[in-house]
Structures are given as C-alpha cells and as structure tokens.
C-alpha cells in the first residue's frame, strides 16, 4: 500500500486537481473517502477541525489544502516535475486566479441551475461556504446568464493560451498549470448540463480536456478512514524544525499558534505549536488522543496565523 493517502470524495473539483496530479506524475496512492458534508470525525482528529477537501497524509505529516499539497508530492516525487518549463512561480500565480475568480463561476454554474434538486443541506453549507453569510442561492440561479458571460470570457484566456502554447498551458507538457485550469473545466463539463454549448467555441480546450482526462488519476487502492487514523497513530511526524529569520510575524518554533483559511464562511481555526516555518508554509505540531502526535502543513497564502 502506498504511504501517500489522500482525503477526498468523488464529485470534489478541487481533489480532481490532486487525483490529476497523480497521475501527472504516475504515483500509486491510496485513497480515503470522506463524506460530502462535514461529518468526518477521523480526518478533523488528524487536521484539528480544517473543514475543506482534500486533505493529503502521509504517516503522521498532514498537508492541508492543495497549495501544500501540491509542493509536498513536487518535493518528494520530482519526476516528471509539475514545472517542466520551470514556471513554478507563474503557476503559484495563477492558482491565486483559479482557486478563486474562475472556481467560483464554475461553483455558480455547476450548482445554482440545479440546486433545488440537491439535498438542501448541501445547498446550504455550499451556499454559506462560498457565497459567505448573505449568499442566496436561487438569487445565483436567476444571474446565471450573467456568470456565464464572465466564465466564457475567462475560458477564452485558456483557449486563447492553449492556442498558441498548446498542447499544453505551457507547451509540449502538462504542468500544474494544466492541473488549475483542469480542475475548474473538469467541474463545469460533468456538472452543468449546457457544457457541450458553452464549451463547443473552443476547440483547443477541448482537445486539452481528452489529453487531461487521458491522463488519469495514476494507480490508486481504497482504506477507510478508520484505518487512515490508525496509520497516523503508529507513525510519528517527519517533518523537521525549521524557523525562519525574516518571518514578518516574528513566528518561532515551539509557539502556540493558530491558523485559520481568510474566508468569511466562518472555518475553524486550527491550533497547535509552529514546528516548521518558510514563506510558504508553516506546519503545526498538536496531539489528539486519536491518532497520538501529528504535524499539519498550512500554506500562508491565503491563511492568517494568530498567536495566543
Ligand atoms: N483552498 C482549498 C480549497 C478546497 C475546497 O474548497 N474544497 C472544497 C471541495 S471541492 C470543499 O472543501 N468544500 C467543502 C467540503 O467539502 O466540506 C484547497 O486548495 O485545497
């Protein structure tokens, strides 16, 4: 069984983004399947309460959010790489644009038009996560025409670099370029029902799209979560201490911390003790009776960390 365990479920766009990226790299993983809403006692006593999906573990060492996520397998399967034309940092870059603009489009068309026949508390978790505290759902179906002109226009950038790149967002190779635009197109084409239509006026994303999919997810074998836990409770964290000198926060190991994603949906801060610093990450030590000693991996983009 593979060490390198993500937590996930099927119909989430943002683990279509890892699953593709081990296949990218052809890696053998093991999968765990975590509920669709947030009943996931196991993962959250690894994680300390971080709500979203996925979540990537290897032993006792956490990675939450894909950002880390990401970085982690480039570090420890370096080939073939996720920046094979060396563009790590333009990629880094437009995740910032995919993770937020043009996912949330692809959020509105894949669930507003056919909300009222989901589980409505789905539709109100979703609701509240991504549209925060005022978020209104069937005010979102009504605009759909709206958002679907500024999805199309955003989708023309990806036609318009595929056209002159391609065949992939950085040339001959899929990168994790491939891998941000992928997930979002992945989302809309399965989920909305007119896809063929808004789709059909872009030839080169489409023929992407069968490459991206050919690709597969790598080779994968299934645990439960239960055995997930048991996993991080016979192993202990690899992570090495690590402090940082030009940290603009003055963090140091060994403080108690807490780190929580900047959104307004009200997502639980984690709390625990810096083991690891860099301008990228931070990783927390913290114990549950659970699973013993784990660290969690953060990103610090798009994360504030407050000290006690
Ligand atoms: N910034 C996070 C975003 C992850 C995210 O929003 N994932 C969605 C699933 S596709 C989620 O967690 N939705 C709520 C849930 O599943 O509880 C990342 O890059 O990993």
């Known amino acids: 069984m593979s060490d390198v365990i993500l937590h996930h479920y099927p119909p989430s766009p943002v683990s279509e983004k890892i699953r593709a990226a081990m296949g990218l790299k052809n890696l053998t993983w093991t999968s765990v399947e975590q509920n669709r809403l947030p009943d996931r006692p196991e993962l959250f006593a690894m994680t300390g309460g971080y709500r979203r999906i996925p979540v990537m573990q290897i032993g006792a060492d956490i990675y939450c959010d894909t950002q880390c996520i990401l970085r982690e397998l480039e570090e420890r399967f370096p080939s073939p790489s996720f920046h094979p034309s060396g563009d790590a940092g333009l990629s880094f870059a437009l995740s910032r644009w995919t993770d937020s603009a043009l996912f949330e489009l692809g959020v509105r068309v894949a669930f507003a038009p ?7 508390e789905l539709v ?11 978020g209104d759902m069937a005010a979102e179906a009504k605009d759909i025409p709206h958002t679907l002109s500024q999805l199309r226009a955003k989708l023309g950038w990806l ?6 790149h391609g065949p992939y967002l950085h040339g001959a190779k899929a990168s994790m370029s ?20 808004l789709l059909a006026e872009f030839p080169n994303i489409l023929d992407w799209a069968a490459k991206m999919e050919a690709m597969g997810h790598g080779t994968m074998q299934s645990i439960t979560p239960a055995d997930a836990l048991k996993i991080a409770n016979d192993a202990s964290p690899v992570t090495p201490e ?6 603009p926060q003055g963090l140091k190991p060994g403080m108690q911390v807490e780190v929580a994603p900047l959104t307004n949906s009200g997502e639980t801060a984690v709390s625990g003790n810096v083991r690891f610093l860099d301008r990228n990450r931070i990783a927390l030590t913290r114990e549950d ?3 013993g000693q784990v660290v969690v991996h953060f990103p610090r983009v798009g994360y504030r960390v407050t000290t006690g």
């Open 114 to 120: 056919v909300a009222d026949s989901l589980p409505p």
């Open 124 to 134: 109100a978790d979703r609701t509240r996560l991504y549209f925060g505290p005022d």
């Open 159 to 164: 036609e318009d670099q595929l056209a002159v």
């Open 178 to 197: 491939d891998l941000l635009g992928w997930y979002v197109v992945w989302f809309v084409k399965g989920r909305y029902a007119e896809s063929a239509s």
């Open 242 to 247: 690590k402090s940082d000198e030009f940290d």
């Open 289 to 291: 009776p659970r699973c």
